[in-house]
């Protein structure tokens, strides 16, 4: 019954290769958002899409390339790895722009 | 520019013993304000919000916060701490986005 839900929670890849986290939501939420957290336990958002659309875009590298098949899911797909992109990755939910977000369990990613 | 201040990095208190972590945060119209909380190797998870209304919010776990517009504050406050309480604690501001304060991290003591 898990209202986030991202794959995989771990993960760990060399430099160079290409990986995806995914994200699912059953909340019927129309917004859903990437945040990254960095080993200083700050967390920053990445991405933001409302409805299948891109609305936020915090000057994230565009190795990193959030996809959204439809309003349940938020995929990120990110080329071309490297050692700073080693953090956990929150997938997260709202309703909708300011609104209650709730957040998945994180996806933690090392790049060795 | 919005942001949110945790002054606290760390915080230690024994168990039982009253809580409070601070927050601050720079936004000029009425903002959204949310503390979260995340147990070691957890995501987060919302403890409580204001939007508007009554100053005094209460939410899971016990805890409560108060919003005090003329300090730009939104204080957490626990009366009694449980050694599960343990965590990080987040404060963060919606505007248009959600913005993070930089945590605290909070140790309890038998």
């Known amino acids: 019954d898990t209202a986030v839900s991202q794959t995989p929670k771990y993960l760990v890849t060399q430099m160079g290769n290409d990986k995806s986290i995914k994200c699912e939501q059953n909340?019927?939420?129309?917004?859903m958002y990437w945040y990254k957290q960095d080993s200083k336990k700050f967390l920053k958002i990445m991405f933001s899409y409302n409805n299948k659309e891109l609305i936020i875009n915090e000057t994230v590298p565009n190795r990193f390339s959030p996809k959204s098949p439809d309003k349940a899911h938020l995929n990120l797909h990110i080329n071309s790895l490297e050692l700073g992109d080693s953090a956990v990755y929150f997938c997260a939910s709202s309703q909708e722009l300011r609104n209650t977000i709730y957040f998945g369990e994180g996806s933690w990613l090392t790049v060795v | 520019a919005q942001s949110v201040t945790q002054p606290d990095i760390h915080i230690t208190v024994s168990e039982g013993a009253s809580l409070e972590l601070r927050c601050n945060y720079s936004y000029g119209a009425t903002p959204y304000l949310f503390w979260y909380v995340q147990s070691p190797g957890q995501g987060l998870q919302l403890l409580l919000k204001?939007?508007?209304?009554?100053?005094l919010v209460q939410g899971i776990k016990g805890f409560e916060a108060e919003f005090k517009r003329s300090q730009s504050s939104f204080n957490l406050r626990k009366p009694s701490v449980h050694w599960s309480d343990a965590a990080e604690y987040f404060c963060?501001?919606?505007?248009?986005?959600?913005?993070f304060g930089t945590g605290t991290r909070l140790q309890v003591f038998p």
């Open positions: 963060a501001v919606d505007t248009d986005k959600l913005i």
């Open positions: 909340l019927g939420h129309d917004t």
């Open positions: 204001y939007f508007s209304g009554d100053t």
